[in-house]
Nanobody, 124 residues
Framework: QVQLVESGGGSVQPGGSLRLSCTAS????????MGWFRQAPGKEREGVAT???????RYADPVKGRFTISKDNAKNTLLLQMNTLKSEDTAVYYC??????????????????WGQGTQVTVSS
């Protein structure tokens, strides 16, 4: 049974940093497409950053230059380093995985497995 568990969310002031982690059980990262998605209240879920099985990364425009996605295949762990956080980054962040190549890596509908989500709040 596949299980993805996120951690590392919390509250931070604007300009601060957080690092999210996602650990998988019952699933092998090395052949997977992995991603971070977020959903703010009243808004649709959106892609934040993804990494494919070859390590290539993609980022949503609002987070480029501030967020970094990485994965450790040996530890089955996906990370999201978030710097220079803004109030508009406030959302529930989800880790997701897919075994085959998605039609659109940044579209959440293509991902099969999801974590429970972790809250990130950026506020002064």
């Amino acid at each position: 049974q596949v299980q993805l568990v996120e951690s590392g969310g919390g509250s931070v002031q604007p300009g601060g940093s957080l690092r999210l982690s996602c650990t998988a059980s019952g699933y092998t990262f090395s052949n997977a497409w992995m991603g971070w998605f977020r959903q703010a209240p009243g808004k649709e879920r959106e892609g934040v950053a993804t990494v494919d099985r070859d390590g290539r990364t993609r980022y949503a425009d609002p987070v480029k230059g501030r967020f970094t996605i990485s994965k450790d295949n040996a530890k089955n762990t996906l990370l999201l380093q978030m710097n220079t956080l803004k109030s508009e980054d406030t959302a529930v962040y989800y880790c997701a995985a897919r075994s085959s190549t998605p039609l659109d890596a940044m579209d959440w509908v293509w991902y099969n497995y999801w974590g429970q989500g972790t809250q990130v709040t950026v506020s002064s």
